[in-house]
């Protein structure tokens, strides 16, 4: 669910210099999962994007954006890096060593919000997910709702469907998700595409935007989506919730994050992880179908 997102550099290849050279928007994010879209309106911004890893900055600085590196718990590294910035796009990347994870996560975020207070940023946009004004039953879904930030509240990745496809060559489709309940899901893509267009309008005070792709889609969808791709039928095998957390730790997974993956499918499954309503609903226009002609390599 909680899959770091970010525009790929790609997104910046034909960006044009237009404003002055200390002006910037900053996004800081981790190394998977990227959005590949890139926004109109922001092809006159200069883009520093600040990564962990200096080894994977080569193909942004090609791109043209600026490059910074720096830890998501160094709060002076975080400082330097925010410095001038008109506005930053900020997530959390999921530590998945961590046994205390909300307490890991509770801290890092404390720092990102200090560094963004002191270096002065105007905006920001925080990538949330739906479900987050929940105090509990959402497992790894953090629910950042006071820092005073316009907040990306992300339906289920389409690209989690990733580690199912082994076995679509068996012509099987494993979840433990409800088969035949649909959910909000949305392309990564399309995110980096609503980050952009806010980080363009600029904005201030707290602002929540719920954010899917163009329907919602059940496990059966996406199987009968994978049929098409594949030309052959594939079927929904729907494994009890219960058996996810050992399925996990099993596979190499600490125990902690197991079982919070196996909460908030829980909570997808009951109704808990849900839209709280009363924000814009921004849809995506990307299918479940492209995504995962994307990941199957079709």
């Not at 990745?157 to 035949?180: I, K, R, S």
């Not at 924000?279 to 995504?291: C, I, K, M, N, S």
């Amino acid at each position: 669910m909680m899959a770091k997102v970010a525009p790929s550099p790609r997104d910046w290849s034909r960006a044009k210099p237009g404003r002055p050279a200390n002006v910037y928007r900053a996004w800081c994010f981790g190394e998977y999962g990227q959005g590949r879209r890139r926004d109109a309106a922001y092809a006159q911004e200069e883009v520093r994007v600040v990564l962990r890893d200096a080894a994977k900055g080569q193909a942004w600085k090609e791109a043209g954006a600026h490059v910074s590196i720096a830890d998501v718990e160094d709060g002076a590294a975080l400082k330097r890096a925010f410095s001038g910035a008109e506005g930053a796009y900020v997530l959390l990347p999921p530590n998945f060593s961590s046994s205390q994870v909300r307490v890991d996560n509770s801290r890092r975020a404390s720092a990102t919000a200090a560094a963004v207070e002191a270096a002065g940023v105007p905006h920001v946009v925080m990538l949330s997910s739906v479900g987050a004004q929940q105090a509990d039953g959402t497992g790894p879904v953090l629910g950042l709702r006071d820092a005073e930030a316009t907040f990306v509240r992300a339906a289920y990745f389409m690209e989690n469907w990733g580690g199912a496809l082994y076995a679509v060559a068996q012509g099987v489709l494993p979840t433990f998700l409800l088969a035949d309940q649909a959910i909000p899901m949305v392309a990564t893509r399309d995110i980096g595409t609503a980050v952009a267009r806010l980080l363009a309008e600029g904005g201030s005070g707290k602002r929540v935007i719920e954010l899917a792709g163009p329907r919602e889609y059940s496990p059966r969808d996406v199987a009968a989506a994978l049929a098409r791709i594949v030309g052959k039928p594939i079927a929904v095998q729907q494994a009890p919730e219960e058996a996810m957390a050992p399925a996990l730790v099993g596979a190499g997974m600490n125990a902690e994050w197991a079982r919070l993956f196996q909460e908030l499918t829980h909570g997808l499954n009951a109704g808990i992880v849900v839209w709280e309503g009363g924000h814009p609903l921004w849809r995506g226009e990307t299918d479940a179908q492209t995504v995962l002609s994307t990941l199957i390599g079709k």
